[in-house]
């Protein structure tokens, strides 16, 4: 199974009767001398290259405490790694395109992970094509010697500019792209959202359990800058040329040192989300903080998709199991900081509006809606002020925040009838097929422009003032009011 993209022939296999290639570069591989540059064309090749394996993935260690270790890929990474996996349906015809982004943190996780190999949308008619892009201090430390900002979103980009030339090959219409992503993922979708480089590449957008948060200013970026070279003992300059070993070591320290003590003084924004290589508003690649750009009706000009999972924080909130109120808000002090609020503040008011939570249901609340919650609803508050909105709820609402864990939807929104089960972790396991079906296809129609479909009936567009979701648990859909709704207001009057 052979196509001819702009760069040169591949070759494929048919699996499940869909047709997969894998590890398509869409970008000249990340060399030493390349690693802070702007993604380059890839080199024509001649012949005919090999796509039945997939890539070498983005060079990685584990960090962020145990969530971020088990995002972490096993896979053998390299150089050669930004690359595409495509499945398709037909390689004739116009069927619909998924571009899927994979989470970790900015830091971690790879789009060659078995959960997003099942062939799932191509066998729902969805050429899907997952994308592998520089993580880290390769994507996002910043420079003060002209190498551009945002290279991991600049990659993105490029993937889906990728996709436009070439995607027809594989069946796919370039003019029916949905930009979609989880976790890191989805953040990433609400940034690229607000690119004027990404106008006109994709007609919809899907970001999951992630909008807008950990959005860095210049200054912020600066201080990670600085702190990066401290711990490496070089001068910037020569970050080009480390080996990447010691690069990445020092990441890994940052990164589980920002996710341990939350110091806004010294991770500034970042530090409500706890990772400190994130994007930054750069004034030239992103111009806006998305959620500013969303309000000024700056973000792309596309219906859009949006939900979270009813227990976040579950698995994030682990490493404190005799957590009390007063230890939640010592805490949660440095990350709130940047909303004008304190630890003892914010928890008082949860406290207050959820007087049945215990210390560490609060904790979970807390923390849960300061990363996707609340970014969430207020990026689909003001998206939704231009264009169609959909905003969903996946999982049910148990005491102290115990639903569904952050991550659980992704095993039935890649689920496919028949496919091996075995390698989805415990939160993502399919009990109920049926429903697993369904979930899948409510995000497949999505894709499709279908309305989108859902078992629950017609879904209406996501309103501010009266903040339905689509709830979908226990293998049940109902149109709810989003019982995370009004939490931002519990953010939004200042401190006394």
């Known amino acids: 199974m052979q196509v001819a993209t702009r760069a040169g022939v591949v070759e494929g296999f048919e699996e499940h009767g869909c047709g997969v290639f894998l590890g398509v570069p869409y970008a000249a591989p990340i060399t030493q001398a390349r690693r802070f540059a702007a993604p380059q064309p890839v080199e024509p090749w001649s012949g005919i290259r090999d796509a039945s394996k997939l890539s070498a993935v983005c060079p990685q260690l584990p960090t962020y405490g145990p ?121 990433s979708v609400a940034a690229v959202m607000a690119m004027p480089a990404a106008r006109g590449l994709f007609a919809r957008a899907m970001p999951q359990s992630g909008a807008s948060i950990g959005i860095a200013t210049m200054e912020d970026a600066q201080k990670l800058t600085r ?166 709820l996946y999982g049910p609402i148990l005491t102290d925040e115990t639903g569904a864990a952050h991550g659980a939807e992704v095993g039935a929104v890649w689920y496919r009838r028949g496919m091996d089960l075995s390698h989805l972790r415990p939160h993502q396991a399919i009990v109920d097929r049926s429903f697993a079906e369904a979930v899948h296809e409510v995000w497949a129609s999505f894709i499709r422009d279908d309305g989108p479909v859902t078992p629950a009936g017609n879904w209406p567009t996501h309103d501010p003032a009266t903040r339905q979701v689509l709830h979908m648990t226990n293998g049940a859909f109902h149109l709810i009011d989003d019982p995370f709704g009004a939490r931002p207001d519990l953010w939004s009057a200042p401190a006394q």
């Not at 994507?139 to 030339?165: C, K, M, T, Y």
């Not at 994030?316 to 805490?331: C, E, S, V, Y």
């Not at 609060?362 to 959909?390: C, E, M, S």
Request: charged share 20%; proline share 5%; glycine share 10%.
């Open 227 to 392: 702190r990066m070279v401290a711990v490496l003992g070089i001068e910037e300059s020569a970050l080009h040329t480390i080996p990447i070993d010691q690069l990445l070591t020092a990441q890994r320290d940052l990164c589980n040192e920002s996710y341990e003590r939350h110091d806004f003084a010294r991770d500034g924004n970042a530090a409500m989300l706890g990772v400190p290589f994130v994007p930054v508003v750069d004034g030239t690649s992103l111009p806006q903080h998305p959620e500013d750009a969303a309000r000024d009706g700056k973000t792309a000009a596309v219906p859009m998709m949006i939900g979270c999972t009813s227990g976040e924080y579950v698995t994030h909130a682990t490493a404190q199991p005799d957590m009390d109120f007063t230890l939640a808000a010592r805490l949660l002090h440095e990350r709130v900081k940047p909303m004008g609020l304190s630890g003892a503040c914010i928890v008082e008011r949860y406290r207050r509006a959820l007087p049945d939570h215990s210390a560490i249901g609060i904790w979970r609340a807390v923390a849960g809606d300061l990363v996707f919650q609340n970014p969430a609803t207020r990026f689909a508050d003001a998206q939704a002020a231009f264009h169609p909105v959909f905003k969903y």
């Open 67 to 187: 969530v971020g270790t088990a995002a972490a890929s096993a896979l053998e990474f390299g150089t050669d790694f930004l690359t595409v996996n495509i499945r398709t349906p037909a390689l004739t015809g116009s069927a619909p395109v998924l571009v899927w982004i994979h989470g970790g943190g900015y830091a971690v996780g790879s789009a060659n992970e078995a959960v997003l190999q099942s062939g799932a949308f191509a066998a729902s008619g969805i050429v899907e094509v997952t994308v592998n892009y520089r993580l880290g201090a390769l994507g996002f430390l910043h420079f003060n010697d002209g190498s551009p900002d945002n290279r991991g979103l600049l990659d993105q980009i490029a993937a889906l500019e990728w996709v436009r030339d070439n995607i027809a090959a594989f069946g796919g219409d370039p003019s029916r792209v949905t930009l979609a992503g989880r976790s890191a993922g989805g953040f």
